[in-house]
T-cell receptor, first 113, second 110 residues
Framework: DAGITQSPRYKITETGRQVTLMCHQTWSHSYMFWYRQDLGHGLRLIYYSAAADITDKGEVSDGYVVSRSKTENFPLTLESATRSQTSVYFC????????????FGPGTRLTVT | DAKTTQPNSMESNEEEPVHLPCNHSTISGTDYIHWYRQLPSQGPEYVIHGLTSNVNNRMASLAIAEDRKSSTLILHRATLRDAAVYYCILRGSTGNQFYFGTGTSLTVIP
């Protein structure tokens, strides 16, 4: 289906484990973003990517790693999960020519026990 | 980065207009004003944006004060499906980062 999808939608993991959240978009958008949303904080940017193999840190990047080998995929990895990374994670994408309009995925709810 | 201030919550009756305010007294000349909304259990969605002039689209209208220190998102006829958290966000013309605050939670009363 066209659009932006995230997987898994729900994930429970233990402290110290590595976990990867997947994001896939079918629009061939150049830009992709990862946000986390916690109560009382709104959404905060973790990482973004302007194109394949080009990534940059956002406001809260510590503890996260991203890669972007293909335009359509932008996985987010928590190398050693901590309880403070329990959150809802949203992926977004946008076209180069439409910098004001980001399209968001449905989110992944991650719980770290 | 310039900050925005929004009321935590607002209520509106169904089928009536809604005016959602946003204050941004430290806005710079190149900052665009964006509005996104987030329906329950969904990701945010783009609503509208503007720089200086008022803007209209199929979803809403954006009224920008002459001094640009405040703006108002106008939903012309609220429906139950408009119940969401509405975020007012500033971003420069070349920036890639949106800074979402906590937004305004809109309740629509049938």
């Amino acid at each position: 289906d066209a659009g932006i999808t995230q997987s898994p939608r729900y994930k429970i993991t233990e402290t110290g484990r590595q976990v990867t959240l997947m994001c896939h978009q079918t629009w061939s958008h150049s830009y992709m973003f990862w946000y986390r949303q916690d109560l009382g904080h709104g959404l905060r940017l973790i990482y973004y990517s302007a194109a394949a193999d080009i990534t940059d840190k956002g406001e809260v990047s510590d503890g996260y790693v991203v890669s972007r080998s293909k335009t359509e995929n932008f996985p987010l990895t928590l190398e050693s999960a901590t309880r403070s990374q329990t959150s809802v994670y949203f992926c977004a994408s946008r076209a180069v020519s439409r910098s004001h309009e980001q399209y968001f995925g449905p989110g992944t709810r991650l719980t770290v026990t | 980065d310039a900050k925005t201030t929004q009321p935590n919550s607002m209520e509106s009756n169904e089928e009536e207009p809604v005016h959602l305010p946003c204050n941004h007294s430290t806005i710079s000349g190149t900052d665009y004003i964006h509005w996104y909304r987030q329906l329950p259990s969904q990701g945010p969605e783009y609503v509208i944006h503007g720089l200086t002039s008022n803007v209209n689209n199929r979803m809403a209208s954006l009224a920008i004060a002459e001094d640009r220190k405040s703006s108002t998102l106008i939903l012309h006829r609220a429906t139950l499906r408009d119940a969401a958290v509405y975020y007012c966000i500033l971003r420069g013309s070349t920036g890639n980062q949106f800074y979402f605050g906590t937004g305004t939670s809109l309740t629509v009363i049938p």
